[in-house]
């Protein structure tokens, strides 16, 4: 059973920056895509950023301010978060999907999930 483990998350104040990990636990594992997704308090889960080989995609909510990058050949993807405001205050999660898709923002296309990890931005 393949698992995601991300790491990272905690506690910061406006205009901090934190490094989200996500590591899958089969070495052989391969994914065509990964992506981060997040939930704040009393709202839907949303799409943060995915990356397919050597293409990424990122909301508009945090376009220059979030950098998703990630290894291949180690199964790690990061989420580098600059600039942090309180609105990104939620849980992330870290997704992988092995459907061959374009729809990168759809939850139901990633068919792995983490347990995610909470980030708290104080104002």
């Known amino acids: 059973q393949v698992q995601l483990v991300e790491s990272g998350g905690g506690l910061v104040q406006t205009g901090a920056s934190l490094r989200l990990s996500c590591a899958v636990s089969?070495?052989?594992?391969?994914?065509?895509?990964m992506g981060w997704f997040r939930q704040a308090p009393g709202k839907e889960r949303e799409f943060v950023a995915a990356?397919?080989?050597?293409?990424?995609y990122y909301a508009d909510s945090v376009k220059g301010r979030f950098t998703i990058s990630g290894v291949n050949a180690n199964n790690t993807v990061y989420l580098q978060m600059n600039s942090l405001r309180p609105e990104d205050t939620a849980v992330y999660y870290c997704?992988?999907?092995?459907?061959?898709?374009?729809?990168?923002?759809?939850?139901?296309?990633?068919?792995?999930w983490g347990q995610g990890t909470q980030v708290t931005v104080s104002s």
């Open positions: 089969e070495r052989t594992f391969s994914a065509y895509r």
């Open positions: 997704a992988a999907s092995t459907y061959t898709t374009n729809m990168y923002s759809r939850e139901s296309n990633y068919n792995y």
């Open positions: 990356r397919s080989y050597f293409t990424t």
